[in-house]
């Protein structure tokens, strides 16, 4: 059974601080994807890697796909009150129409 | 807003009601998905539709019925279900993508509010 790890499960920071997300699989993804879930919403979409090494950045998010493509990270800089929410990666495998979603991290950032 | 609706946004029911989840997409889009996410729990995909037939179903329970009537609308029909079916409902939509596609699902997933059910 695939599985997609996220750490850590909870984050409560001030606004201003750094942090990083991570997700990580033993599986092999060709693409995979971060959301953001705010309360009361579903998931928004951020950001799809499909390359091994790949980096992207969204304004102060930068979001990196393991040289394998069995992991990535998401780095907030200077977080803000407006980047609370669950975080969460989503793994697509191969051939396959289906992401597998991580377990979430849920980031509170305290102005 | 996404362009993907959802109603009801909550839902009290007991174990031996019928109820309907309603979702609308007004995208255009051709394929539609049930979720459900548990508090403890990854999201979770139950069922997928492509151009209104379904491609998946990932071993919901039988109390759980989809319909989708069109490629615009997508219903999750609830019947004797139990307490730990408690959990927020979210329907997505999205342009279709071949299960051959070797770059495998890039297909952006535009995800309604979801439908809060509590299952006394």
């Known amino acids: 059974t695939q599985l997609l790890e996220q750490s850590p499960q909870f984050l409560s920071i001030q606004e201003g601080e750094n942090l990083t997300v991570y997700c990580n699989s033993s599986?092999?993804?060709?693409?995979l994807q971060w959301y953001r879930q705010e309360p009361g919403e579903g998931p928004v979409l951020l950001v799809t890697?499909?390359?091994?090494?790949e980096v992207k950045k969204l304004k102060r998010l930068t979001f990196q796909f393991g040289d394998a493509r069995k992991d990535s990270s998401l780095h907030i800089t200077a977080a803000q009150p407006g980047d609370t929410g669950l975080y969460l990666c989503?793994?697509?495998?191969?051939?396959?129409?289906?992401?597998?979603f991580g377990t979430g991290t849920r980031l509170k950032v305290l102005a | 807003e996404t362009g993907v609706t959802q109603t009801p946004r909550h839902l009290v029911m007991g174990m031996t009601n019928k109820k309907s989840l309603k979702c609308e997409q007004h995208?255009?889009?051709?394929?539609m998905y049930w979720y459900k996410q548990s508090a403890k729990k990854p999201l979770e995909l139950m069922f997928v539709?492509?151009?209104?037939?379904?491609?998946e179903n990932n071993s919901v329970p039988s109390r759980f019925s989809p319909e989708c009537p069109n490629s615009s609308h997508l219903f999750l029909h609830l019947h004797t279900l139990q307490p730990e079916d408690s959990a927020l409902y979210l329907c997505?939509?999205?342009?279709?993508?071949?299960?051959?596609?070797?770059?495998?699902?890039?297909?952006?997933?535009?995800f309604g509010p979801g439908t809060r059910l509590l299952v006394l």
């Open positions: 997505a939509s999205s342009h279709p993508k071949s299960a051959s596609g070797s770059e495998g699902a890039q297909e952006t997933q535009y």
């Open positions: 599986s092999v993804f060709s693409s």
């Open positions: 539709y492509n151009f209104k037939e379904q491609t």
């Open positions: 890697v499909v390359t091994g090494g």
């Open positions: 989503a793994g697509a495998t191969s051939g396959t129409y289906k992401y597998i």
């Open positions: 995208l255009g889009h051709n394929a």
